[in-house]
């Protein structure tokens, strides 16, 4: 493969950076002078702006270099954890867990976690909640420097700390503001990279060299030319009759837990991750929430195909010929680098400048939103009601102190992220395994304490604790069986044991404890940061004894 010169490929990303810096700079100015402002936007985000936000949120490198290297190497169904699971977490929020998170006027899900299950809950929660949005980040991280590395020939380091530092600088300054308009200016370039992308590698396989020109004829031939040689199952969701299906998952008992364990564990998983919930309660009202979710699902769908159908050009290319034995090697090495592959081969240097900011895009956008989300947990929790409605010196007091610590640990935690990248291998399986980490401590929590009457503070620390106890477990047993420390499972087999083990357990922890302990620890109503009783207003008088814990 060829270094691309250093050229207007280099330009673009420059001019991308500086504008991230400007919107940065610009919304310090607008809106992030309180803690209302800087940590939900000052709750006035209609829903355009929050779909194009979540979209741009979810679509990371996991997604646009994972995804494709997943379909190239195990089909559609390779990617059911991310984009389908993932757009179900959106479309279920949306109809069940908006309207009470909207009227909690909560700045984060981590003061719903105090409200429910008193401060020890709400510290082992952001704890657990933290570890899964740095790993995410650290993907973005190191899919920075594969890509910068493939591209321009920059080091991987460098790479990581420029596009980290830039992240960090525009978050810090201005806050959830400028987390939401850089995500939708990303989002709009995202979608613009698929578009110069996809078309060149059609035509490419129409002409089968990479002398061709994008126009109609040739789009059509190409679009022919893949119809006839897309593998007969290669879009089922569902669990092949081939029992040589390179996903593993056929119709058998471990081909359908495999398949659940996809669906659940990043699917409902995400229902407790931190950046979802956080765009939720920086709407304006419920309609503008609900409208956001469900166009971010549409856009986070339809997109998502596109790396998926960047799989299926990848896999054609190599049934014909098309691509060279030394390229076809690298791809077996390492799927994910598919899409950088085809970009580098394909596109012609103005292009590439547009594909390259696409993809820029995608993983900086995510990366602010993980870490600002990650700060944004730790200072609610530590500085509660900071986004409320209250005027007391109290509250004065705290939404400084909310800032303050944000912007303090945006820095740190963005650090932290730049230096963990470097430990990160493989894109995908990560982000995943993260997400499925959620679902087995904190899916209980999160449900049960928006639902569930009875879930109290032991019960819900208990369900966290057991949760986590069996996945390190898990990672022990697995780390010793393979001589070397392993926590992303390459055995199916583990997949299950991960996504199901941990969740059943903690399941059980939170109904049983909670049931046990209901004389000793009376649950909490459900109220907003102010105090008003929104839920359950017959346990008013359990809050007086926890009023400590408040």
């Not at 741009?56 to 997943?70: K, R």
């Not at 057991?466 to 926590?487: A, D, E, K, P, R």
Request: proline share 4%; charged share 10%; with cysteine.
């Amino acid at each position: 493969m060829r270094i691309m010169e250093i050229g207007i490929e280099v330009i673009v990303i420059a001019l991308y950076l500086i504008l991230m810096l400007v919107v940065g700079f610009l919304t310090q100015k607008i809106g992030s002078s309180s803690s209302k402002g800087y940590l939900v936007a000052n709750r006035n985000v209609g829903a355009l702006l929050i779909g194009g936000t979540i979209f741009a949120t979810f679509w990371g490198g996991g997604t646009v270099m994972g995804g494709a290297g997943a379909a190239y190497t195990s089909y559609n169904i390779g990617t059911v954890a991310d984009p389908w699971a993932s757009g179900i977490t959106l479309i279920i929020m949306a109809i069940f867990m908006v309207p009470l998170l909207l009227k909690m006027k909560i700045g984060t899900l981590g003061e719903m976690y105090r409200i429910r299950f008193g401060k020890r809950g709400a510290y082992v929660a952001s704890i657990l909640s933290v570890p899964t949005l740095i790993a995410w980040t650290a993907v973005q991280m190191v899919a920075i420097g594969k890509m910068l590395s493939l591209f321009i020939g920059m080091s991987p380091a460098v790479s990581m700390i420029l596009a980290g530092g830039i992240v960090i600088i525009y978050t810090y300054m201005g806050g959830m503001l400028a987390v939401i308009w850089t995500d939708n200016i990303q989002a709009a370039i995202i979608i613009l990279g698929l578009m110069v992308l996809i078309p060149s590698a059609i035509c490419y396989i129409a002409v089968g060299n990479t002398d061709f020109v994008v126009n109609l004829d040739n789009l059509v031939s190409g679009f022919s030319i893949v119809k006839d040689n897309t593998p007969n199952d290669f879009w089922t969701l569902f669990p092949s009759s081939d029992p040589d299906h390179p996903s593993g998952i056929t119709r058998n008992l471990k081909g359908y837990l495999v398949w659940m364990a996809a669906w659940c564990g990043m699917g409902l998983g995400s229902l407790a991750s931190l950046d979802i919930t956080q765009r939720v309660l920086c709407a304006r009202d419920e309609n503008a929430a609900r409208g956001g979710l469900l166009t971010g699902t549409a856009l986070y769908w339809v997109a998502g195909l596109g790396p998926i159908f960047i799989g299926l050009l990848g896999i054609v290319m190599t049934q014909l010929g098309i691509l060279s034995g030394v390229e076809i090697g690298i791809l077996s090495n390492d799927a994910e680098v598919l899409v950088p592959l085809l970009a580098q081969k394909l596109l012609h240097p103005i292009p590439m400048a547009i594909f390259v900011g696409s993809l820029m895009a995608a993983i900086m956008s995510t990366s602010s939103s993980t870490i600002f989300a990650s700060a944004a947990v730790i200072s609610t929790v530590l500085f509660p009601g900071s986004v409320g409605n209250k005027d007391s010196s109290e509250s004065i007091l705290n939404d400084k102190k909310a800032i303050r610590m944000t912007k303090f640990l945006v820095v740190v935690i963005g650090v932290f992220c730049i230096g963990i990248s470097f430990l990160a291998v493989n894109l995908y399986d990560l982000m995943i395994f993260g997400f499925t980490l959620l679902f087995a401590c904190l899916f209980w929590v999160v449900v049960c304490g928006l639902f569930w009457k009875k879930a109290n503070i032991p019960g819900g620390v208990a369900s966290m604790l057991v949760g986590i106890s069996f996945s390190i477990l898990g990672c022990i047993y697995l780390s010793i069986q393979s001589g070397t420390l392993m926590i992303v499972p390459e055995d199916s087999t583990w997949e299950i044991y991960f996504t199901f083990v941990p969740w059943i357990f903690s399941g059980i922890a939170m109904f049983a404890v909670s049931l046990l302990t209901q004389k000793s620890h009376p649950p909490l109503p459900l109220t907003d940061s102010d105090g008003k009783i929104l839920k359950w207003p017959e346990l008013e008088g359990n809050l007086e004894k926890e009023r400590s814990e408040l």
